[in-house]
């Protein structure tokens, strides 16, 4: 059964600190992984990686993604109060019937504190 | 601005009783999903549609009910079959279903069991 499994749960951090969170997969038929931040209601798309080892990066946001341990990162730098919510970490693979649907992980919370 | 408007914010339902929750996208997206987020569980897929007249049933669609008889629009029914109906429901769109597109999501709608 596919499944993402994102680590960790939850994780609180005082301004100005690093975070890296964790996501890995075991999925058949692997296309890309999404990350997604969701502060109170609709999640927004920060990342979508498609190649190993090739880094994304927004601001203080970057992203990696290893093919082949099967996981991504998702870092942080000099964190914000405002960074404050849900991160969920998404797979897009390929069903057997040839359509593609969206396998998300369980979120980690992440809370900043001033 | 464009974009996808789910109603309404809150729904309370009573035992026995169906409700319908509402989706429209003004993206013109081809894609369209249901999901439900639960605390501490990731987000599911409920149903999809690829496109209008067409739809797919997710990991969990017993108990719920959609149309797309219009691009735009995707409602979704909560059935009385729906035993544990108390969630949090997002509704998403994408460009088309796979090709490596990033789903963009409204704001949700809260349901409660009175």
């Known amino acids: 059964e596919d499944k993402v499994v994102q680590s960790p749960l939850s994780l609180v951090v005082h301004e100005g600190d690093t975070v890296t969170l964790n996501c890995s997969y075991e999925?058949?038929?692997?296309?890309?992984l999404l990350w997604y931040k969701q502060e109170k209601k609709a999640p927004t798309f920060l990342f979508m990686l498609?190649?190993?080892?090739i880094e994304k990066k927004s601001g203080r946001l970057s992203s990696i993604l290893d093919k082949k341990e099967l996981f991504s990162i998702l870092n942080i730098t000099a964190t914000q109060t405002g960074d404050s919510a849900i991160y969920l970490c998404a797979v897009e693979a390929v069903q057997e019937s040839g359509t593609y649907k969206y396998i998300f992980g369980t979120g980690t919370r992440l809370k900043v504190l001033a | 601005d464009g974009g996808i408007t789910q109603s309404p914010k809150y729904l309370f339902r009573k035992e026995g009783q169906n409700v319908t929750l509402s989706c429209e996208q003004n993206l013109n997206h081809d894609a369209m999903y249901w999901y439900r987020q639960d605390p501490g569980q990731g987000l599911r897929l409920i149903y999809y549609s690829q496109i209008v007249n067409d739809f797919q049933k997710g990991d969990i669609a017993e108990g719920y009910s959609v149309s797309r008889e219009k691009k735009e629009s995707f409602p979704l029914t909560v059935t009385s079959a729906q035993k544990n109906p108390t969630a949090f429901y997002l509704c998403a769109s994408s460009i088309y279903l796979g090709g490596g597109q990033p789903q963009h999501f409204g704001d949700g709608t809260r349901l409660s069991i009175l």
């Open positions: 999925v058949t038929n692997f296309r890309s």
């Open positions: 498609t190649s190993s080892g």
